[in-house]
């Protein structure tokens, strides 16, 4: 079992940044591939990005080069760097994670999920 908890949502304006984490529980964290989704409103949940157990990194194309993924097996947590933020990437912002090692940019993959935490950019 792991339960996930998001942080470090806000507001802030375009151009701006904002880092979020996520802090899991459970002893499998170590080994669980990590997403980041966001759902805007009346949109449906969207792939952000992902991170494997051991690092590497897969993004959704509105993000990348803009987004980063991080994560920190020690401190259980995943972090989610977000620079030059646009008033598009307004939603909110979910952490996810698999029991299999291997990652996936589809939220069915997914069998945890945080709470999600608000994102806005204002224009």
């Known amino acids: 079992q792991v339960q996930l908890v998001e942080s470090g949502g806000g507001l802030v304006q375009a151009g701006g940044s904002l880092r979020l984490s996520c802090a899991a529980s459970?002893?499998?964290?170590?080994?669980?591939?990590m997403g980041w989704f966001r759902q805007a409103p009346g949109k449906e949940r969207e792939f952000v990005g992902t991170?494997?157990?051991?690092?590497?990194?897969y993004y959704a194309d509105s993000v990348k080069g803009r987004f980063t993924i991080s994560r920190d097996n020690a401190k259980n947590t995943v972090y989610l760097q977000m620079n030059s933020l646009k008033p598009e990437d307004t939603a909110v912002y979910y952490c996810?994670?698999?029991?299999?090692?291997?990652?996936?940019?589809?939220?069915?993959?997914?069998?945890?999920w945080g709470q999600g935490t608000q994102v806005t950019v204002s224009s």
């Open positions: 991170i494997s157990w051991s690092g590497t990194t």
């Open positions: 996810a994670a698999r029991r299999l090692l291997v990652i996936s940019t589809s939220r069915n993959d997914y069998d945890y």
């Open positions: 459970g002893r499998t964290f170590s080994k669980a591939a």
